[in-house]
C-alpha cells in the first residue's frame, strides 16, 4: 500500500546528485549505502551537470521519473525557480540541496541546517551563547548562519572577500553581522566557534596558517575530501574541538533518506560508507 505522497518502496527506483564538476562526490556511496540497508531497491548516481545544463537536468527528471535528487555547488540556488515547488527553510535560505517528487511535482528542500547542527550535537561541541564566526559566503555559509542562530550562539560574525556577499548572509540571522577580510586572523582567535564555509583545505592547504586555537574552542571545516584537513589537524593538536566536514554530509544526506522514503534513516551505515578507507 503506498503512502500518500511518497513513492513505492519495493519498486525500482532511481536518484542522483547534480553538480559540477563533481570530482569527489561522496553522495552515491553514502545513499547506495541507505538503501541497501533499508531493502530499497534504489540506485543513486553522480550527474556532472555544467551550469547552462541545469534546465534539461531537471527536464530530465521529470521525463524519466526520478524519485528525488540532491542538488550541490554551483546549481543550489539556480533550481529553485525550476521546481514546482520549495519549501520555506529552503526559500528563505535561497538554497535547495534535496529534491523529492510528490506526484508529478518536483518539491525543493534543504537539509544542510538540520544535517549541520546534528553533525556539532554528535561531535559534543557546545555552541549556545557561544560568538561564532563563518568564514565564506555561498551556500553551506547560509546555512551554517542559520543553524548557528538557531542553536543560540551568541553573536555570529560572517567573514568573506566580498563585503557585500557577507553582508547578505549575515542577513539571515538576528544579530550576525558582517566581519572584514583581512582581520579574519584576530576574529578567529576571538571566537567561540569558528566555521570554515570555504573551499580552501581541499588541496592540502590550510586557510589560516597563522592563527593559533584555544582548548575548547571549536573549530569545524565543511571540507571533507580530505577528511583531516590541515585546519582540523592544526586544531585538534591546539587543544580545540575539532569537527569535519562529513559529519554533516552525512546528517544532511540522511535527512534527505527520511524525505524520501519516510523511514528513518540507517545512519550507521551511511557512516560506514563515508569513512576514509582503513577507518
Not at 524519466?64 to 514546482?84: E, F, I, Q, W, Y
Not at 578567529?188 to 596558517?209: K, L, Q, R, W
Request: proline share 7%; net charge negative; aromatic share 4%.
Amino acid at each position: 500500500m503506498l503512502r500518500e505522497g511518497l513513492p513505492d518502496l519495493t519498486h525500482p527506483g532511481f536518484l542522483g546528485v547534480l553538480g559540477w564538476p563533481l570530482s569527489s562526490t561522496l553522495s552515491p556511496v553514502i545513499h547506495t549505502a541507505a538503501f541497501g540497508a533499508l531493502g530499497i531497491p534504489w540506485i543513486y548516481l553522480a550527474w556532472p551537470v555544467p551550469p547552462g545544463r541545469l534546465a534539461a537536468a531537471v527536464d530530465g527528471l521529470r521525463t524519466l521519473g526520478a524519485v528525488g535528487a540532491n542538488v550541490t555547488m554551483p546549481h543550489k540556488s539556480r533550481v529553485m525557480p525550476l521546481l514546482d515547488e520549495v519549501s520555506a527553510d529552503a526559500r528563505s535560505l535561497g538554497a535547495v540541496n534535496t529534491i523529492a517528487r510528490v506526484g508529478d511535482a518536483l518539491v525543493g528542500h534543504n537539509t544542510d541546517i538540520s544535517g549541520f547542527a546534528a553533525s556539532l550535537q554528535q561531535a559534543g561541541a557546545e555552541v549556545a551563547g557561544r560568538s561564532a564566526l563563518v568564514l565564506g559566503a555561498g551556500g553551506a555559509a547560509r546555512s551554517v548562519v542559520r543553524a548557528l542562530d538557531q542553536m543560540g550562539a551568541g553573536n555570529i560574525a560572517v567573514c568573506a572577500r566580498r563585503p557585500e556577499a557577507a553582508e547578505a548572509v549575515a542577513g539571515l540571522a538576528r544579530g550576525a553581522r558582517p566581519s572584514s577580510w583581512k582581520r579574519r586572523e584576530e576574529s578567529i582567535a576571538a571566537a567561540g566557534v569558528v566555521v570554515n564555509a570555504t573551499p580552501v583545505g581541499a588541496e592540502g592547504d590550510s586557510p589560516f596558517g597563522g592563527v593559533r586555537f584555544e582548548p575548547g574552542q571549536v573549530v569545524v571545516d565543511l571540507v571533507y575530501v580530505p577528511a583531516e584537513t590541515e585546519l582540523l589537524i592544526r586544531a585538534r593538536a591546539e587543544g580545540a574541538v575539532a569537527v569535519g566536514g562529513l559529519g554533516m554530509l552525512v546528517h544532511q544526506a540522511a535527512a534527505s533518506v527520511r524525505i524520501w522514503t519516510g523511514l528513518e534513516p540507517p545512519l550507521e551505515d551511511m557512516e560506514r560508507a563515508a569513512a576514509p578507507s582503513g577507518t
